[in-house]
């Protein structure tokens, strides 16, 4: 199947090269030429933003010329992406990629495609073996192309950044990167593109020209089908639809028919609660906290005036970041019956298992109504210090 798929997609790649020289007053006959059916093809495609660092694979530029025209295990890349008209910077990465095409090293084994759309995408994600994505972390909010080319049996090599930092494992494919934030240190670039070279010349080359009698890479297979079993139906448009239908989608029309029953009562009853909060919030205030840790446990107790606003209208809690990869705490601190007599002030208390510093944990008032989706309905919130 990947070698059949390859082929589709060298065909089509001659074909829309040929239209592209002649449209750029070249020669078309050139693009019967180019590229070997059977050779290891990576894909790279994606806006030219200069967060994704598309030159990074032109760090080391002799380094790439020697991977791409080794003559017993050859490596051919396709190319394709856009700029925004007023992203100068994201051009020139265009540019600096058709300046390197032109080397004769590499003319048959490097294709720039112009006019990347969906249609070309799809064609790229049914035929690339390895796809390659390498922005600087934190920016790729996601990643999608290497998304698409699971279903079709293809390989990922990628930043730990997006989807990537989520799915990798070693078995499905490559990653670089020590999934930390480096800014635009060039030092980091520099690791970064040499992990890429690594990657390519003592794993990815090796595993796909590692053939059995049947001449099939097995290595390479095992990556393949892992890959495909492991993260298909995880990173997949069909899990995203449905989640957002389940969890959000669907809640949100029941919502908005709770709200609209009955002339629209309990619409009224959020919309003076919104009100109340807005114009009030600035009256409450809290008062000391106290804190004694015993028996494993810390015991924290807050006075807080809720001001103009009632017990009702508020939750106090404790909030603390997450320990190491969780999720944050919110631990919610409940209000003493007998003390809502003293000015208003009411006291709240909660206990938290004492595993953690009692100074991760700081107090916390935030707007409550049971039918209000909180912080985005009321986004206020005041903080104990
Ligand atoms: C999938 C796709 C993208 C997004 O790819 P990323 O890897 O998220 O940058 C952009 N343009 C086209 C035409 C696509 O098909």
């Not at 180019?34 to 760090?59: Q, V």
């Not at 080359?205 to 298909?232: D, Q």
């Amino acid at each position: 199947m990947r070698s059949t798929e390859r082929k589709t997609l060298i065909d089509r790649l001659r074909k829309r090269y040929a239209r592209q020289l002649v449209s750029e007053g070249g020669d078309p006959s050139i693009a019967n030429n180019i590229f070997d059916e059977n050779a290891l093809t990576l894909g790279f495609a994606r806006r030219f933003a200069t967060y994704k660092r598309p030159d990074l694979l032109l760090f080391d530029s002799e380094r790439l010329v020697r991977l791409l025209s080794d003559p017993q295990r050859p490596v051919q890349l396709i190319l394709a992406g856009i700029a925004h008209p007023q992203d100068f910077p994201g051009q020139a990465l265009i540019k600096k990629w058709k300046d390197f095409i032109r080397r004769p090293e590499v003319r048959s084994r490097v294709v720039f495609l112009n006019d990347y759309d969906m249609m070309l995408a799809q064609h790229m994600v049914h035929g690339i073996d390895l796809w390659l994505n390498t922005p600087r972390r934190p920016w790729e909010a996601c990643g999608t192309s290497g998304m698409k080319v699971l279903v079709n049996g293809g390989l990922n090599l990628s930043e730990l950044d997006g989807w990537w930092a989520e799915a990798y494992s070693p078995e499905v494919g490559w990653a670089i990167g020590d999934g930390k934030e480096h800014g635009d240190d060039p030092a980091c670039d520099r690791t970064e593109a040499e992990a890429v070279y690594a990657a390519l010349e003592n794993e990815a080359i090796p595993e796909f020209y590692e053939r059995n009698e049947k001449g099939l890479p097995l290595k390479w297979l095992g990556r393949v089908r892992e890959s495909m079993a492991r993260l298909t139906s995880e990173f997949s448009a069909t899990r995203a639809i449905r989640e957002y239908t389940e969890n959000h989608y669907l809640p949100a029309a029941a919502s908005y028919r709770e709200r609209m029953d009955g002339d629209s009562s309990l619409g009224v009853s959020l919309l003076q609660w919104q009100q109340e909060i807005v114009w009030h919030w600035s009256t409450v205030r809290f008062g000391p906290l106290e804190i004694k840790t015993h028996d494993g446990q810390h015991f924290f107790q807050v006075e807080v005036s809720p001001g103009a606003l009632s017990k009702d209208q508020l939750t106090v809690e404790l909030y603390a970041d997450p320990a190491q990869g969780g999720e944050p705490v919110h631990e919610v601190m409940t209000a003493a019956e007998s003390s809502a007599d003293s000015h208003g002030v009411i006291i709240y208390s909660a206990k938290v298992p004492a595993i953690r510093p009692a100074s991760d944990y700081t107090a916390r008032v935030i707007p409550r109504h049971p039918n209000a989706s909180v912080p985005l309905e009321a986004g206020q919130i005041l903080w104990q210090r």
